[in-house]
Each structure stands twice: as C-alpha cells, then as structure tokens.
C-alpha cells in the first residue's frame, strides 16, 4: 500500500512539472510570433476587413430584396390569374334573365266571367294496377 502511494506521488510531481514546461513552452512561442504592425498595415487589414463585411451586407441585403420582390410578384400574379379566371368562367349554362313585361298590357278589372266546369265530361276511367305492376286485364 506504501509502495502505491510512492508512486502515486511521482506520477502526480510528473504531471505537474509537464504541465508547468509545456506551459511555459507555449507562453514563449506565443510570445515570440508576434509581429509588430505598422499604422499603414493595421489601416489596410481594417479596410480590407470592412470592405469584407460591406459586401457581406450588401449580398445579404440583395438576396433578401429579392425574396420579397418575388413573394410580392408571386401575390400579383395569382390575384390576376384568379380575375381572369373568374373572367372567364363558362356562362353559357346560366338561361338568361326573362324580358320585363310592358306596362301596355291591359289588366283585367271585375270579377271574372267564365265558369269554371270539368274539363273532361262523364265519369272518369280508373286505371288499376296489379301488384306486380301489370295491368288487369279487363282494362287493356
């Protein structure tokens, strides 16, 4: 049990003392790899830069006004498309509206004189029918 602590202890120094180098290591290459910029190059890395970012704008400013200029386009042609179909719908199964009678009609006044009577004289025939649906034959 001794023994594992023993090394339990160097592992945990070597990590450390790794850890420490590899981050002194990296603190002197980031360090060593810096380049001093003059105003003439920092003025060209920012206008290069924001030229960048001025065209990113403007496509994207592009590209969404012709997205509402063709969603706008797509409302008008169909809102034509549906008056000229209403246009042209078939009207022909439609009779058309009956002429207004004129006013120069005469209107009977009084009370009428004809009497009303049967129109056929005499006893009417009846018609009877089987179940079946045929005629008796008495009547054919």
Request: hydrophobic content about 35%; proline content about 5%.
């Amino acid at each position: 049990m001794r023994r594992m602590g023993k090394r339990w202890r160097i592992l945990v120094k070597y990590c450390l003392c790794s850890t420490l180098i590899a981050s002194l290591f990296l603190l002197c290459t980031a360090c060593l790899s810096k380049k001093e910029y003059t105003e003439e190059e920092i003025k060209t890395l920012i206008d290069r830069e924001l030229n960048r970012k001025i065209s990113e704008y403007r496509n994207a400013k592009i590209k969404s006004c012709q997205e509402e200029a063709l969603r706008e386009a797509t409302r008008i042609v169909d809102s034509l498309l549906i008056v000229e179909a209403y246009f042209e719908r078939d009207t022909l199964s439609r009779p058309p509206k009956p002429v207004k009678p004129n006013e120069d009609i005469p209107k009977i006044k009084g009370p009428d004189t004809i009497q009303l009577k049967p129109l056929f004289e005499g006893k009417r025939k009846k018609v009877k029918i089987d179940t079946i649906g045929k005629k008796n034959k008495g009547i054919q």
